[in-house]
Structures are given as structure tokens and as C-alpha cells.
């Protein structure tokens, strides 16, 4: 089991920067990968980034060169650094960590963090 505890999130204009951070309990051996999802209200649940513990990074086209996630392995913490933050970025920011390799694989997710942004 992991458990994961966010924070960083809250009320923001529109332009501004937030930071939020994950920390894991545990972290297993092989491959791993932490990232961030959001959903909006009335939405789905959708890709923000994320990022493997070989330092690979993935993320969704909407915040390419705004946003930027980190891992510091040691402290099994992952980071998003928010800039220039739009109203369209409101929403539940949730952390997960996916158990890769070796088998089973394996999802975790933490309870969510509110972002809103004010236009």
C-alpha cells in the first residue's frame, strides 16, 4: 500500500503560480511513476503530468510551458509547479502513483487538492 498526501492547493488569479506537492509513504523498487490528474467539475478525469523515477517526464498539451513536475526520489516527493494559471485550470488536482514493473502493477491515489483560479 502507498499513501500519498497532497498539498499546495487554493486561490489564485489568473496569472499567478501555485506549487503543490505529493508525498509518497513508500516507494517500491523497479519502475515507478508519480504524476498529476485534475478534474473539473462536470468533466472527466484528466492527464496533467507525470514522471517516472528515471527522471521521464509526460505532459498534457494544455499546460506544456506553464506547468512543471519534479520527482525528489529520496524523499519520494513529487512536485507541479504552476505558472500563468487560467481559469480553465480550476479544478481537483489528484497525485497518483503507479507501481510499473515487476508485476502486479499497481494505482494509488491521494484524496485531491482544491486549485482555483479567478479570472
Known amino acids: 500500500q502507498v499513501q500519498l498526501v497532497e498539498s499546495g492547493g487554493g486561490l489564485v488569479q489568473a496569472g499567478g503560480s501555485l506549487r503543490l506537492s505529493c508525498a509518497a509513504s513508500?516507494?517500491?523498487?523497479?519502475?515507478?511513476?508519480m504524476g498529476w490528474y485534475r478534474q473539473a467539475p462536470g468533466k472527466q478525469r484528466e492527464l496533467v503530468a507525470t514522471?517516472?523515477?528515471?527522471?521521464?517526464?509526460n505532459y498534457a498539451d494544455s499546460v506544456k510551458g506553464r506547468f512543471t513536475i519534479s520527482r525528489d526520489i529520496a524523499k519520494n516527493t513529487v512536485y507541479l509547479q504552476m505558472n500563468s494559471l487560467k481559469p480553465d485550470d480550476t479544478a481537483v488536482y489528484y497525485c497518483?502513483?503507479?507501481?510499473?514493473?515487476?508485476?502486479?502493477?499497481?494505482?494509488?491515489w491521494g484524496q485531491g487538492t482544491q486549485v482555483t483560479v479567478s479570472s
Open positions: 497518483k502513483y503507479e507501481k510499473n514493473f515487476p508485476a502486479p502493477r499497481a494505482d494509488y
Open positions: 513508500r516507494n517500491f523498487f523497479g519502475i515507478n511513476t
Open positions: 514522471i517516472t523515477n528515471v527522471q521521464v517526464t
